[in-house]
């Protein structure tokens, strides 16, 4: 069974860092590609970025490029976001969420999706 | 910036519904890359839809999706009580980014 489990949330100042976490069971991880996506208190999805399955490729809304760094350890099963410069409009619930492809590509979907962790940001 | 989608629509058991996810040719229009996905209260997303009109294994064939030109959309048919949920469109758009629709929140009456 596919499992994605979120961590890292919290509470952070504007201008703070956190770094998320998504452990990943149940599948080959280093054969998928992964992305976050996040959601807003009572707002809809927004794409943040993407990571291929090697790590070699990644990919970010422009909302976070600059801000943000997506990585992964196929050795732990496990996928990471590093934020920086945090701000309040980056306060949302954070998805992780797995790619059927090993590549991302245009045709790239979000199959399966973890819980999320919230973060918030006082300004 | 985000698809837009219907804030809401509403059917009794039964009965079809269709929503709407309009984009620009720099999106929707511009690839047949669109997606659907169901959101129930506090849940994570669940996968219904992918390339516009390919259903994955396990989801239900009264859920269907189509394209015309800027506009995809996802029709249920045969409305069921548990189909109540927030559904949202994503599609490719261009320089590996994607793109989501608002959402739409089904009200099965």
């Known amino acids: 069974e596919v499992q994605l489990l979120e961590s890292g949330g919290g509470l952070v100042q504007s201008g703070g860092s956190l770094r998320l976490s998504c452990a990943a069971s149940?599948?080959?991880?280093?054969?998928?590609?992964m992305s976050w996506v996040r959601q807003a208190p009572g707002k809809g999805l927004e794409w943040v970025s993407s990571i291929s399955g090697s790590g070699d490729d990644t990919y970010y809304a422009d909302s976070v490029k600059g801000r943000f760094t997506i990585s992964r350890d196929n050795y732990k099963n496990t996928m990471y976001l590093q934020m920086n410069g945090l701000r309040a409009e980056d306060t949302a619930v954070y998805y992780c969420?797995?790619?059927?492809?090993?590549?991302?590509?245009?045709?790239?979907?979000?199959?399966?999706w973890g819980q999320g962790t919230l973060v918030t940001v006082s300004s | 910036s985000a698809l837009t989608q219907p804030r809401s629509v509403s059917g009794s058991p039964g009965q079809s519904v269709t929503i709407s996810c309009t984009g620009t040719?720099?999106?929707?229009?511009?690839?047949?890359?669109v997606s659907w996905y169901q959101q129930h209260p506090g849940k994570a997303p669940k996968f219904m839809i992918y390339d516009v009109s390919k259903r994955p294994s396990g989801v239900p064939d009264r859920f269907s999706g189509s394209k015309s030109g800027n506009t995809a959309s996802l029709t249920i048919s045969g409305l069921q009580a548990e189909d109540e949920a927030d559904y949202y469109c994503c599609s490719y758009a261009g320089s590996y980014t994607w793109v989501f629709g608002g959402g739409t929140k089904l009200t099965v009456l």
């Open positions: 969420a797995r790619d059927p492809a090993v590549v991302v590509v245009a045709a790239s979907v979000f199959d399966y």
């Open positions: 040719s720099s999106d929707v229009g511009g690839y047949n890359y």
């Open positions: 149940g599948f080959t991880f280093s054969s998928y590609s």
